[in-house]
């Protein structure tokens, strides 16, 4: 079964610092990645995708990220956090049945 | 290009009572999926509909089920409303059935259940 992990509940950085976010999942099959961004009272935006093209995808906003396969994993980067960049950040995984696994998100929060 | 809408914005219902959400995708986009936001419970996925037919339902109780329509625009029942049904539902749309297809998603609808 499919299955993501994100690693940090909370991630506090200064505006101008380095993002990492955390995401490690699990597939008995090739896995189809997203990560996705959720603002107060908004619905998902997607930031970028990975289907098995380039293991680095760029996606919105300066987002980044790098599917390993060897560590199962699909951490989201952004080299400089803008205070706009707060919000909660979702990976999920897509599941044959055309469904999407999601983490139990991170938020992001940013000090000016 | 329009996104994917959903109406109404908020919805208050009392225990017992019925709730009727509705999405409307991505013109083009014929699959439609359905997922609840519920505090500490995180996404969880609901209904998914391609081509007017359903093709999956998540680890949900009968009481909440849905249809899509021939212009591929969606609705949510939810029956016999209790408590813990508040939530934010999200509906998104993608352009097919293909797993590597991304779903873009609606604002949502909040239902709160007094």
């Known amino acids: 079964a499919q299955s993501v992990t994100q690693l940090g509940s909370h991630v506090s950085v200064s505006e101008g610092a380095l993002v990492l976010l955390r995401c490690n999942y699990s597939s008995s099959v090739p896995p189809y990645l997203f990560w996705y961004v959720q603002y107060p009272n908004q619905g998902l935006q997607l930031l970028l995708k990975y289907t098995s093209a380039a293991t680095l995808v760029k996606g919105i906003n300066g987002f980044e990220a790098e599917f390993k396969k060897s560590e199962t994993s699909f951490h989201l980067t952004k080299p400089s956090a803008h205070m706009s960049d707060a919000a909660e950040y979702f990976c999920?995984?897509?599941?044959?049945?055309?469904?999407?696994?999601f983490g139990k998100g991170t938020k992001l929060s940013v000090k000016p | 290009e329009a996104g994917v809408t959903q109406s109404p914005t908020h919805l208050i219902k009392t225990r017992g009572q019925q709730a009727t959400l509705r999405c409307s995708p991505i013109s083009g986009h014929t699959s439609v999926y359905w997922y609840q936001q519920a505090l500490g419970l995180g996404l969880q996925f609901l209904l998914w509909?391609?081509?007017?037919?359903?093709?999956n339902r998540g680890n949900f109780p009968p009481r909440f089920s849905g249809r899509q329509f021939p212009n591929y625009s969606s609705e949510l029942n939810v029956n016999a409303l209790e408590l813990e049904d508040s939530a934010l539902y999200l509906c998104?749309?993608?352009?097919?059935?293909?797993?590597?297809?991304?779903?873009?998603f609606g604002d949502g609808t909040r239902l709160s259940i007094l």
């Open positions: 509909y391609d081509e007017g037919e359903e093709r």
């Open positions: 999920a995984v897509s599941v044959w049945q055309g469904n999407l696994i």
């Open positions: 998104a749309s993608s352009g097919g059935r293909a797993s590597n297809q991304p779903q873009h």
